[in-house]
């Protein structure tokens, strides 16, 4: 036989899992290695150790969240693959996993229970995402996750309270998706409630508080903006007569907001880098650029 339809056979052999090898013309039988499929790795793994729902763990206890609700949470996120995903209190992996195979991210889950990080760098071995995915086995409360563009949490409302502080000194934009549990008066950007369970999102605001000046790119006009910032709400006044600014909010460096001087109605849709805001601004349906300084 031909040694290149020899290499087609062989690689169609191999490809269909039969254990043929083709040497010189005569078929042998081969013994039989097939790479296992990620569900009976995962199975090995879990020879190792076995965790049960509601198992103690430093904080609180291990209970995983479904499959359709982890979806749902990176969907929730946006999460694709610029980003880098960090679980708190990883569990078994799924959610870092996840993060890898269906949105390409990359990501990191921190658990302290050294077996069960043992047993989720062992899934991410199963599921062939060890180049996407690390488990560290750490404390939440001692670990830098500051480089992350995402966090996710499955925890409980005061160990969420405990992160705040951390998560709103992140970089603005960052995503924070939570299973179940809220933080307090930091309200979510969004919410999704189903049979799966509710998940929540923040997006990390820009601080914008402080007094503005903006002025028209090109032009004459300008006006003066105050803003008074409680996480991504803002309230304060804009213009000459100091009227209350309405729809105002900061979603991660993006600010809008509106103000109305008698029948001049403006709205300001922008983009925030440090003290400048370069911002769409429409003044009774006339729009032009705007660049607003901190005074
Ligand atoms: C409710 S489970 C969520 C697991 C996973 N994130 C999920 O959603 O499927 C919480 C996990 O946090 C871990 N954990 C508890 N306190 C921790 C801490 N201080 N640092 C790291 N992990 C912790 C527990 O061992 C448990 O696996």
């Known amino acids: 036989m031909p040694v290149s339809k020899r290499h087609r056979l062989q690689s169609w052999a191999r490809a269909c899992g039969l254990g043929l090898l083709l040497i010189g013309g005569v078929t042998v039988q081969a013994q039989s290695n097939p790479t296992p499929s990620p569900q009976s790795a995962r199975d090995q793994c879990e020879k190792s150790f076995k965790p049960s729902t509601g198992q103690p763990g430093k904080d609180v206890v291990w209970v995983p969240t479904n499959d359709a609700l982890v979806t749902r949470m990176l969907e929730m996120a946006k999460v694709g693959k610029n980003d880098l995903v960090?679980?708190?209190?990883?569990?078994?992996?799924?959610?870092?996993?996840?993060?890898?195979?269906?949105?390409?991210?990359r990501a990191v889950g921190v658990e302290y229970n050294p077996d069960m990080a043992q047993l989720a760098q062992c899934m991410v071995r199963a599921e062939g995402v060890t180049e996407k995915v690390n488990v560290i086995q750490g404390d939440i409360f001692e670990t830098?996750?500051?480089?992350?563009?995402?966090?996710?949490?499955?925890?409980?409302?005061?160990?969420?309270?405990?992160?705040?502080?951390?998560?709103?000194?992140?970089?603005?934009?960052?995503?924070?998706?939570?299973?179940?549990?809220?933080?307090?008066?930091?309200?979510?950007?969004?919410?999704?409630?189903?049979?799966?369970?509710?998940?929540?999102?923040?997006?990390?605001?820009?601080?914008?508080a402080g007094k503005w000046t903006?002025?028209?790119?090109?032009?004459?006009?300008?006006?003066d903006v105050e803003l008074t910032q409680?996480?991504?709400?803002?309230?304060?006044?804009?213009?000459?007569?100091?009227?209350?600014?309405?729809?105002a909010e900061m979603r991660g460096n993006r600010i809008e907001m509106m103000f109305s001087e008698g029948d001049v109605h403006t709205r300001v849709v922008g983009q925030l880098t440090g003290d400048r805001?370069?911002?769409?601004?429409?003044?009774?349906?006339?729009?032009?650029?705007?660049?607003?300084?901190?005074r």
Do not use: C
């Not at 992996?93 to 949105?103: C, E, L, T, V």
């Not at 903006?214 to 006006?223: A, L």
């Not at 409680?230 to 729809?247: D, H, R, V």
């Not at 805001?277 to 901190?294: F, L, M, P, Q």
């Open 214 to 223: 903006f002025k028209q790119q090109g032009g004459k006009d300008s006006f």
């Open 144 to 208: 830098d996750f500051s480089k992350a563009s995402v966090v996710t949490l499955y925890l409980l409302p005061e160990l969420n309270m405990r992160l705040r502080p951390t998560l709103l000194k992140m970089r603005p934009g960052t995503r924070v998706v939570s299973h179940s549990f809220l933080m307090d008066d930091w309200r979510p950007d969004e919410s999704s409630v189903s049979t799966d369970g509710a998940a929540y999102l923040w997006i990390v605001p820009a601080d914008v």
């Open 230 to 247: 409680t996480f991504q709400k803002l309230s304060g006044t804009a213009g000459k007569g100091k009227e209350e600014i309405t729809n």
């Open 86 to 105: 960090y679980d708190l209190g990883a569990g078994d992996g799924k959610i870092a996993i996840a993060a890898a195979k269906q949105f390409g991210a």
């Open 277 to 294: 805001i370069e911002a769409d601004v429409t003044r009774n349906d006339k729009s032009s650029t705007y660049i607003g300084t901190r």
